[in-house]
Structures are given as structure tokens and as C-alpha cells.
């Protein structure tokens, strides 16, 4: 849509924004946005009520999308750099954040599946949780790294095997946390209308960008991924760095898990964060990142984390079940892929050229 | 291969390497699943005397036999397909649908299942090969897109209640001399679904198209390096177009098997089955960055698999958890086993090189 209204303006501009990573989110984003005014405009209406704590809390479709999106958001990140680095995507980051949830929540009740009051720290269990899932993000690291097997096939392994860690972490039991306090990271702070896990969000990304502004690793990981061997001629170590933006992914996921285990304040290890690698991984592609490595935006992945809960949250307004969510999901995404690759836009481009001479020449005569 | 002449005639010494990759691959699998099997009649005994055991697992893994060697089709040209689960998920709906609602033959769902396969594989395949999109993402938002069509058919799952169909389900093919005798002494015929046979002819047809057709080594030649395939004249587009399709038409085919196994429909069927297929290619010894690959591997990759599955549960370890954690060990340990493998040789390569220069 956007491209075939390209010629209506003034050229120059427009061939250097189509260009730039940023239109594909920027324009999916709009595209549902005005499909959502005209189908229904009360979509983006937010009111301000009082949850049963006696807390106030905005709600609204708006609020949904970055609330639930965050997470997403954050598993982008890690994802993006991962894809950078090593050209391939970790498909175990569902799995992975069901074993991170279930250590925290392992710690957080101990032996007592429902005890009254947290064991331990929500801090200590945090750490915990961050250092098993770095743990977990460096197994897959080496294996791409040091074994060079390719990531899709090497996250595989965790990806079989996650979900059962997880449960047997905890025995297959359900353990349930019945402090309130644990609830707020997933849900509210207590007077802050605005869902806590977008602040966290928002606090993954300053950081990351810090890191990728005041550090070379963004230098070194896109180096890494455009060519290897090049980088190892120029001093790199390749092995490291493929390692670390893995166990950065780890770090991802952890946080990730702690807020979906504190919107529960339990698990279901074969429910939680169902196919959210899928998800993660459609960010990344969506952001218009390469999936074979180099370049990356991190901003244009974050973003198109969030536009895919906005394409979510918009199927469930109009009653999709959720189940068949995914069958529009996909034909969203083989549209955008489609009109974002390369082929095809050298032939849409191409085309515009033989328009606009035409075009002149009437305006000539 | 290709390289099987060229490395016999510069390093004469070693047995070993006189196997290509694809060879030596194979041989581990078939190795291991020999061993494992000795092992579970000598340790275990119980079942696994009885051929039918044997049978069993053939049984029920029949439509992942077709589908991994779909897969392996489209890892040997260097692509991947992880729709197939969602393929075999909606044929199943889908046929399950026809039979029982709209008074459909079981001809009928045949040629629908076939019909489904081949649409997948045509979208799937034009935009891989033609649009150079990544197959990952394609075949990605293939399998949304067949789950997600699972349940628009229908929602709920239900089991198929049409004459011919439950006919042909529960047809036994008898093997003979390979029965056993019960506690009374009665025999007890041992016996294959039709699906097995199926399996077993796609196994059969695929291997001596993949060895011996100029098409088959087509598929190595260009899952090896697109580049030097290009140069050879060969149609590189053509071919990975022509690997999805197959893929796509094996799935359909493995989802009518799958669904002839179970003969219900339902959303949640065959989950995870091309993560499954994806592990039994590699156990099987086809390699993800293309050109190493071999049918018969395949098979043997999905019968280890579920043979480990089959002794994990009767050594008393039933717990949900133990098979996923065994099957993703059996996978590390692959992996990793090929990995060494590769670099070795390619130590072994470099130095012979540099001999036979010196």
C-alpha cells in the first residue's frame, strides 16, 4: 500500500524513506492503526478505574498492546542480537522462559507448593532465575559458537527438552505464590495506572542501547555477522561474541519469564509463553532486520514486537478465537514479507521508473 | 558423492575416509539403532523379542517417516520446512470434515489430503525459490496459517465415524512367521498398518530418485553450493522450488497417514511433529547447511527416535519429562558427533591439500 502510494510525492524523499528499516514497522503499525479507527474507533478509547486492590489502572485496548507486548519486546531485544551475530534465531526462548519461571518460583515457595508467605526475596529469586537462564543462553551459545552447529538446529535441543526441565524443576507440581507484592511486576505498582511491565520494558531498551552506544558490541556483533572471518583477521574473537549475545538473550528471557510468572503468580509449563518464539522471531523479521545476520535496528525490532501484540490484540476485538489467531497472523506476516523483500522490490521499483517517464512526458505535453 | 572419488584418490590411508559424509553419518545412525535395539532385547527382554514390537514402532511413527523424509528432501537442497505438523494437522481436520459432515469418500479425502500438500508446496515453494524469501519465515507462517485453518475448519476434535474410512483404518497387513504366541499359547499374527507400506515405498522411491536420478543429484548439487550449481547449469530456482513442492505434496501425503493412524481430527494433532522431523533428519545424518544427506538415514533417524522413546518408558522412567529430556540429549550428542566429524575432515582436507601441493 504504502509503496504504490510512492509516486504521488516527491520522489527523492520518499525512495530515501522507503529505504530506511524503519518504514516496514512504522507502516504496519499505521495500516492497523487506521484499520482499527475506521472499523471501530472506540479501539484506542482508555478510561481510568480502580482495580480490587482500590488501585487506580488505565485500561483500554491501547493499554493491552503495551502491556502484554513487553515481554515480547524484551525477548526482541536479545533476539535481535542473536540474529545479528549469528545469522540464525533461538527457537528455545519459550522453553527457556518456562525453566527460568520455574526456578524463580521454585525459590520463591521452596518445598511448599502454596506457602503463605515468600521463602525467599523476589530479588534473590530474580538473580537466581537470571543466572540459570544465562546458563541455559550459554549452552546455546557453545553449541553455535564453539560446535558451529546452526542455531535453529542447536536451540532445538533446548526447545525439546525445556518444557520438561521445567516441570521437573518443580516436581510437576504447580506451585502458587500468594504474595501481593509479587504481583506488581507483572501487573500494577500500587499507585501507578500505567502496567508495570511496559516500565520494564522501556528500562531493557535504555540499557541495551546504552550498551550498544557506549560499548563497541553493536560494532562487533554486526561485524561478527557480515563476516566472520574478517572480523577474526581484524582482531575479534567471532567464538565470544556469538557466546555473549547468546547468554544477553538468556538474560532476555529471564526477565521475560519473571514478568509472566508474576501476571500468574503460578505456571503451566506446557502453556506458558506458547509459541512466543515464533512471535519473537516475526519481531526481528518485521523490524526489517536481515534473519541471515549483519546490520540490525534494535528500535525497529521493539517496535515490531509491539505492532504484533497491536495485530493480536486487534483479532481478539473482532472475536477471532485464539486459537485461529495465527491463521491471520501468518497471512499478515507472508504480506509484509513479501512486499519487504528484496526481489520484489526491485520489481516494484523498476516499475515506478517506467510510470513516472511516462508520467513527464504527458505533463510535457 | 562427488567428493567420495576425490578423497579416496588423495588420501589413500584410512579407512574411514573413504565414506562421504553422508555415508558415515548414516552408518553411526544405523549403528546406534542396532546397538540400542540389542540392548533393549538383552536388557530389557519383555517386548522387544517379539517383531511386533518392531512393528509397533513402525506403526505408529509411519507418517513421521514420510515427513522427515520431506524434510530431509528440502535440508539436502539447504532449505527447511517446519509446516508440516500444521499440514498434517489441517489434512487430518480437514479429511476428518469431509468424511463425516459432508458425506465425502475416503477417495475423496485422498485426493484433498494430496490436494492440500500440493498447495502448501506450490505457495511455499514459489515464494522461497522465486521471491528469495528465507524459508524459515516462510514455512514459519505456513504453519500458523494451517493451525490457525485447523480450527476455522472445526473447533472441537471428534473421532471419524464413516464406514469405508474406519475399513481401511483398521486394516492389518500380516506379516507372516514373525507372530508370536500369547500366554495360551495361541499365535498371535504380527502385523503392519497400510500406512508402513506407504511409508516404506516413499522411503524406497525417494532413495533412488536422491541417488540416482539427474534431478536427485541436483538437490546435493545445489544444497552444497548454490553457486558452483549455478555455473554447473543447473536451474537453481527450479530445483528448490521442486524440493518444497515435494515436501509440501509428502506432507499431505503423511498427514492422510497420520490421520489413518489415529482417525480422528483435531488442532492438536501432530504437534511438534516437524521439530520431531527436524531431529530425525539430523539423527539421520542430513546436514542443515545442505548438500550431506541420505533417505535411508532418515528412516533410521525416526526409528531411533521413537525406540528410545519406547526403552525410556519401559526402564520405569514414564514421567512426561524424561522423554523429551532423553530425545534432546540424543540429539546433543548428535549434533555434536557431527560437528567434530565435520571439522576433522576439514583439518584432513586442508592438510592433504597442502601435501599435495608440497
Request: glycine share 10%; with cysteine.
Amino acid at each position: 500500500m504504502t509503496i504504490k502510494a510512492a509516486p504521488a510525492k516527491s520522489s527523492s524523499f520518499l525512495s530515501g524513506l522507503l529505504r530506511h528499516q524503519m518504514i516496514i514497522p512504522i507502516a504496519a503499525l499505521l495500516i492497523l492503526a487506521l484499520f482499527n479507527l475506521i472499523a471501530d474507533p472506540s479501539f484506542f478509547r482508555i478510561t481510568l478505574g480502580y482495580n480490587s486492590a482500590g488501585n487506580p489502572v488505565l485500561s483500554g485496548y491501547p493499554i493491552t498492546i503495551i502491556d502484554y507486548g513487553s515481554e515480547l519486546a524484551i525477548l526482541a531485544i536479545g533476539m535481535t542480537l542473536v540474529t545479528a551475530a549469528s545469522g540464525g534465531q533461538d527457537i528455545s526462548v519459550g522453553a527457556a522462559l518456562a525453566i527460568s519461571g520455574s526456578v524463580m518460583l521454585r525459590i520463591l515457595c521452596g518445598t511448599n507448593t502454596s506457602p503463605a508467605e515468600l521463602q525467599a526475596p523476589v530479588i534473590v529469586a530474580f538473580l537466581i532465575a537470571c543466572v540459570v537462564s544465562m546458563i541455559f543462553g550459554a549452552f546455546n551459545g557453545s553449541l553455535v559458537a564453539f560446535f558451529r552447529i546452526q542455531p535453529m538446529v542447536a536451540t532445538l535441543i533446548l526447545f525439546t527438552a525445556g518444557r520438561s526441565i521445567a516441570a521437573w524443576i518443580n516436581n510437576n507440581e504447580l506451585p502458587i505464590v500468594n504474595d501481593v507484592s509479587f504481583t506488581y511486576y507483572g501487573g500494577y505498582l500500587p499507585g501507578i495506572p500505567v502496567p508495570t511491565p511496559f516500565f520494564i520494558a522501556i528500562i531493557c531498551f535504555i540499557v541495551t542501547w546504552a550498551l550498544l552506544k557506549f560499548t563497541n558490541l553493536g560494532l562487533y556483533v554486526q561485524s561478527v555477522g557480515i563476516n566472520e572471518k574478517t572480523s577474526r583477521l581484524n582482531g575479534l574473537n567471532p567464538e565470544l561474541i556469538k557466546l555473549l549475545t547468546y547468554v544477553l538473550l538468556g538474560l532476555c528471557v529471564a526477565v521475560a519469564g519473571f514478568i509472566k510468572v508474576s501476571r500468574l503468580s503460578t505456571i503451566n509449563y506446557s502453556v506458558i509463553a506458547k509459541d512466543i518464539e515464533m512471535d519473537a522471531i516475526l519481531a526481528v523479521a518485521l523490524g526489517g532486520n536481515a534473519l541471515s545476520g549483519g546490520k540490525f535496528n534494535m528500535s525497529a525490532s521493539v517496535l515490531g514486537a509491539y505492532v504484533i501484540q497491536f495485530l493480536t490484540t486487534t483479532l481478539y476485538k473482532f472475536n477471532v478465537q485464539s486459537d485461529a489467531l495465527s491463521a491471520y497472523k501468518a497471512v499478515v506476516v507472508i504480506l509484509l514479507v513479501v512486499l519487504s523483500a528484496p526481489v520484489v522490490r526491485e520489481k516494484l521499483s523498476a516499475l515506478l521508473k517506467k510510470l513516472r517517464p511516462a508520467k513527464q512526458a504527458q505533463q510535457s505535453v | 558423492m562427488g567428493n567420495h572419488a576425490m578423497q579416496s584418490r588423495t588420501k589413500p590411508h584410512g579407512r574411514l575416509r573413504n565414506l562421504s559424509d553422508t555415508n558415515l553419518l548414516t552408518s553411526i545412525t544405523v549403528i546406534v539403532f542396532i546397538v540400542m535395539y540389542l540392548f533393549a532385547m538383552i536388557v530389557l527382554q519383555k517386548g522387544f523379542l517379539k517383531p511386533q514390537t518392531l512393528f509397533n514402532i513402525l506403526n505408529a511413527n509411519a507418517a513421521l517417516i514420510i515427513l522427515s523424509c520431506g524434510m530431509s528432501l528440502v535440508m539436502i537442497t539447504g532449505g527447511i520446512d517446519i509446516s508440516v505438523g500444521g499440514v498434517t494437522a489441517l489434512v487430518s481436520m480437514s479429511c476428518a470434515v469431509l468424511l463425516d459432515y459432508h458425506g465425502g469418500s475416503v477417495p475423496g479425502a485422498m485426493l484433498l489430503a494430496i490436494c492440500i500438500g500440493l498447495a502448501f508446496g506450490l505457495v511455499q515453494g514459489y515464494l522461497i525459490a522465486y521471491l528469495e524469501i528465507q524459508p524459515f519465515i516462510v514455512t514459519l507462517a505456513g504453519m500458523f496459517f494451517a493451525r490457525g485453518m485447523t480450527t476455522i475448519v472445526n473447533t472441537a476434535p471428534f473421532n471419524v465415524q464413516h464406514e469405508g474410512f474406519v475399513r481401511l483404518k483398521d486394516a492389518r497387513i500380516i506379516v507372516p512367521f514373525l507372530g508370536s504366541y500369547n500366554k495360551r499359547g495361541d499365535y498371535i499374527d504380527a502385523y503392519v498398518e497400510i500406512g508402513v507400506v506407504v511409508a516404506l515405498l516413499i522411503v524406497a522411491l525417494l532413495f533412488f530418485v536422491l541417488k540416482w536420478t539427474k534431478t536427485g543429484r541436483n538437490f546435493y548439487a545445489v544444497g552444497g553450493n548454490r553457486q558452483s550449481a549455478l555455473m554447473l547449469g543447473i536451474n537453481v530456482k527450479r530445483t528448490v522450488f521442486l524440493s518444497h513442492l515435494i515436501c509440501g505434496i509428502l506432507a499431505g501425503i503423511g498427514g492422510f497417514v497420520y490421520f489413518m493412524h489415529v482417525g480422528s481430527g483435531s488442532a492438536s494433532h501432530a504437534s511438534g511433529a516437524e521439530m520431531n522431523a527436524i531431529a530425525s533428519s539430523i539423527i539421520g545424518g542430513t546436514m542443515l547447511t545442505g548438500g550431506v544427506g541420505n533417505i535411508i538415514g532418515t528412516l533410521f533417524g525416526v526409528m531411533s527416535l521413537a525406540l528410545i522413546q519406547n526403552i525410556v518408558s519401559s526402564i520405569g522412567l514414564d514421567q512426561a519429562w524424561w522423554t523429551g529430556i532423553t530425545i534432546a540429549a540424543m540429539l546433543c550428542l548428535f549434533l555434536v558427533i557431527q560437528s567434530i566429524i565435520i571439522a576433522r575432515r576439514k583439518k584432513a582436507n586442508l592438510s592433504a591439500a597442502a601435501d599435495s601441493k608440497g
